[in-house]
């Protein structure tokens, strides 16, 4: 079945998981589910969901995509390291939500990542004080990767463990930080996969259309 752009649009990624890897995790959607929807399928679907995710200013978004208009197969690779990076990261936290110590795998395929990343890092000095930033390049079409690199490791190794969880809802499987005090939090989004889960229980089942994976 092909899905529409007017389908994609009404349904923007979200940046609800509280850390910008697992965000980035969730771009590919409803993973458990026959017909998974993928939300990076383009260089400009990447560089759109970075800029939206705060990780690129609107200007370099556009200095971005002018680049990869004359350079389509470093766009093309940039696409490519993305969807490798995001499979790693899905790897390595899906291993953490239920409790497991991630695979090498995944976590050498994010050393690589984050190893490109690295020689990017840079202390830059704002308003009076010295803080870490990146390297300000247009000439990267994989900046976007760099800081989602980061916060990978960042959550990986975070001495105060970060509890992060996969939801339950069917077809979902989008990862999140529980930040709730009791642990508490169980849907990545109450409004979709938890009212999904409530509307099952109360069985308005033979009129609704079984919905799959979440959109
Ligand atoms: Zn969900």
């Not at 497991?100 to 990017?120: G, K, S, Y």
């Not at 409004?191 to 229980?201: P, Y």
Request: overall charge positive.
């Amino acid at each position: 079945m092909e899905r529409s752009d007017t389908v994609r649009s009404a349904h923007p990624p979200k940046y609800l998981a509280g850390a910008i890897c697992l965000d980035f995790a969730n771009t590919l959607s409803g993973r458990m589910d026959p017909a998974p929807i993928e939300r990076i399928d383009s260089y400009a679907a990447l560089v759109a969901w970075a800029a939206q995710g705060g990780l690129l200013t609107e200007p370099r978004a556009a200095d971005l995509l002018g680049e990869a208009r004359g350079r389509l197969k470093e766009a093309q690779t940039a696409v490519a390291r993305a969807a490798a990076l995001r499979a790693a990261i899905h790897q390595a936290f899906a291993a953490r939500a239920v409790g497991r110590v991630p695979d090498p795998d995944p976590i050498t395929d994010i050393n690589a990542a984050l190893a490109a990343a690295m020689r990017h890092r840079r202390l830059e000095v704002e308003d009076g004080r010295v803080a870490w930033g990146w390297e300000k390049t247009p000439d990267a079409l994989d900046q976007m990767l760099w800081p989602v690199a980061q916060s990978a490791a960042d959550v990986l190794t975070a001495s105060d463990p970060v509890r992060v969880k996969e939801c339950p809802g069917i077809g979902c499987g989008w990862l999140f930080v529980d930040r709730s005090k009791n642990g508490s939090r169980r849907w990545c989004e109450m409004e979709v996969c938890g009212n999904r889960a409530k509307a099952r229980r109360f069985k308005t089942r033979q009129n609704a259309p079984n919905r799959g994976a979440r959109e």
